[in-house]
């Protein structure tokens, strides 16, 4: 079965680093785009960015050039490289591919920004 499973959060201090990793199961990793998302507290969960099976990425405008998503097909695992982290960061993360089968989502792992 398919199954997502995010490991890395953590307490950090503003303008800390964190790397998410997001270990896939159950497909075939290398076809398939892979997405963060976060769901930050009273809000709607939100996209974050997401990496294409060739490679190429995309990122929401409120962490370009501070967030950095890869993956590396041979461990099928997504990493989302987080620097500069801002206390509105705090968010539980999740990572979601999209099969013709369904949608599928990780349990998270949640990120605190905090001093």
């Known amino acids: 079965q398919v199954q997502l499973v995010e490991s890395g959060g953590g307490l950090v201090q503003p303008g800390g680093s964190l790397t998410l990793s997001c270990a896939a199961s159950g497909f075939t990793f290398s076809d398939h785009i892979i997405a963060w998302y976060r769901q930050r507290p009273g809000k709607e969960r939100e996209w974050v960015a997401m990496i294409y099976s060739g490679g190429n990425t995309d990122s929401a405008h409120s962490v370009k050039g501070r967030f950095t998503i890869s993956r590396d097909n041979a461990k099928s695992t997504v990493y989302l490289q987080m620097r500069s982290l801002k206390p509105e960061d705090t968010a539980v993360y999740y990572c979601?591919?999209?099969?013709?089968?369904?949608?599928?989502w990780g349990q998270g792992t949640q990120v605190t920004v905090s001093s």
């Open positions: 979601n591919v999209k099969l013709l089968a369904g949608d599928y």
